[in-house]
Structure formats: C-alpha cells, structure tokens
C-alpha cells in the first residue's frame, strides 16, 4: 500500500556560514497524501530551506526526509521521478513558443514525439494558454509564465505526485494569482499533495488543509487556519487609542500594531462580557481608547503572534 504520508521529515536541521548560523533547527513535518501543505512564516524563517532539503536539492546537516516513501538522500532518483518544483521564478525557456516548450519537456520525459505533441496541447487547455501558445514565452505574463511552469511539471509519465510551490504567487496581480490559486485546487484534487511556502496569508488560508508556522528555523505552531486563529483568539478587538503614551503601554498585549493610527488589536473570545471587561481593564478612567470594533481573528493575527520577534515589535512602535 502506498504510504499515507507523501511527505515525512523529522529532525532536519541546516546551518551556513562561518561561524554556523542555523536556518532549520530540527523542523518536523508530515504531510498527507492528496492534501494541501503551507508552510508561513517571516523571510529567512527557513522555507526555502525545508524545501530544497525535500526536493534533493540540498542535503540536511541532520535528521531524515522521505517522499512517497523514499529516502531524500539514499533515493534521490527517485524521489525526483516523484516530484515537481516551481519556484518564485519561471524555469522556461523566454525564446521559446509556451507550446515549444511544453513538447521538450515532454520529449525529454520520455514521450514519443505525437504523444508529446498532444500532452503539450492538452496541458495549455488546461492551463489556459491555447490562445498564447504559438507566442514567445518572453511576451507572457508573470502569472501565464507562472502556469506555463507548472504544467511542465506534468508533461512527464507518470504525473508528479507531489508538488513543492515555492512561493509561487509572488509578485502576481490578483486576477493571476486567483487563476493559480485554482489550478492547486484542481491538482489536489486531482489527488496530488502539494507543500506551498507563502508569504500571502490569505493564500494559505484559502488553499491548505493544514499550515505550519516557522520563525527562525524552528516550527512554533502547526494546524489548521481555523485551530491556528483559534490560538491567537476567536476574535479581535481593534481600539484607536487616544494618544501615543496610551498606544506604547498597550502595545505588548497586541496581535495587530497600526502606528500610523494609534490602532491595536487585541485578542478577545468575542463575548460582550468579555469586551466590556477588557475596555475596562485597559482605559478605566474613559479617557485612552477613542473607539473600537469587533472582528473576527485572522492568519495575520496568528503570524503576528506567533513570529513577531521583539526586533519586529519595536517596529510597530
């Protein structure tokens, strides 16, 4: 039986530099068969780092990591026969026709050159791209270069059954970035699994069954959007404070800083009793808080939360 688990690593780390500074400091993942991964968390959280380690693009200082099953180090071949990577970078050829390119990928796969021509033609339906086909790859969008990279991974046979998104989404207008959105959809559902690293938190929240939260190399907290919210708070209450002595004493209890506004969130269970009791705590002579709202906690809220480092605090002060 195929495992249930497509993606298993346990204990990775990787360090750099002279002296070592470590980027993973014993990350553990299991990622389950035809699901959704996301993996957020601050630049140099050590994302792109778990990632390489997965897709045998660099190896670990320690620990282990299989994919399907297979070893990441003792069967690199063959994990590489079972994935696909897309990264915040196109990896086609600009000079290239998008359909050009699609039929050497597939004849580089290993397909009879009709049965690459129709996989080419089939992939740039799917992707809607039949209509820039016969266009250089150069003329294309940064979301149609985006979604002509990742039905290059698909030109082969048998399909990749997992997919490592590395960013994918970076730097996309909102209409392509919804138009990739689906199509990790339609892979998963198609019963791929996908690891996507994010920096775009309403991405995670939209596509994955299961998120993980590093900072600084180490994974702090790990499931769903809505466990995840459910840890920072149910709800958040935003107050505009009255002046910046009053924002600066209540800035520390807050999962959303906006210093432009004198406005802070802080986490509440959404109950009237619970407000009132927290209005009171924090302005009880009536004087600090301006107004408020009420809403409903987000991933940012848990990001903030979970990652923000005291450096980062100061910031939003």
């Keep these: 039986m195929p495992p249930s688990a497509m993606i298993e690593a346990v204990g990775l780390t990787k360090s750099y530099g002279r002296p070592a500074q470590p980027v993973l400091d014993g990350i553990d993942l299991r990622v389950d068969r035809s699901t959704v991964f996301a993996l957020l968390g601050p630049n140099g959280a050590g994302k792109t780092t778990a990632v390489r380690i997965l897709a045998t693009l660099t190896t670990a200082d320690s620990g282990t990591a299989r994919i399907a099953g297979y070893d990441v180090v003792a069967d690199r071949s063959r994990v590489r026969r079972t994935i696909s990577l897309t990264g915040q970078y196109a990896a086609v050829d600009e000079a290239q026709t998008g359909e050009e390119n699609l039929r050497m990928m597939a004849r580089l796969a290993g397909r009879s050159r009709t049965d690459a021509h129709r996989r080419a033609a089939g992939l740039l339906e799917r992707f809607g791209l039949s209509d820039a086909a016969r266009r250089p790859v150069r003329t294309y969008s940064g979301g149609m270069r985006r979604r002509l990279d990742l039905a290059a991974g698909l030109v082969g046979s048998p399909q990749p059954e997992v997919f ?27 019963g791929a699994t996908v690891l996507l690293t994010t920096q775009y938190l309403e991405e995670a929240d939209r596509l994955a069954d299961r998120i993980a939260v590093l900072d600084r190399g180490r994974k702090v907290a790990e499931g769903t959007a809505d466990s995840l919210k459910s840890r920072v708070a149910g709800h958040r209450l935003d107050v505009v404070l009255a002046d910046r002595a009053s924002y600066l004493r209540l800035t520390r209890r807050a999962v959303h800083h906006a210093p432009a506004t004198l406005t802070l ?53």
């Design 164 to 190: 490592f998104l590395d960013e994918p989404t970076t730097g996309l207008d909102p209409r392509s970035r919804q138009a990739l959105w689906q199509v990790v959809r339609e892979l998963a559902a198609d």
């Design 265 to 317: 969130g802080l986490p509440t269970d959404g109950s009237a009793a619970h407000v009132r009791a927290l209005l009171d705590e924090i302005d009880p002579d009536g004087t600090a808080v301006e107004r408020f709202s009420l809403h409903s906690a987000t991933l940012d809220d848990v990001f903030m939360a979970l990652t923000t480092t005291k450096e980062a605090r100061a910031a939003h002060v």
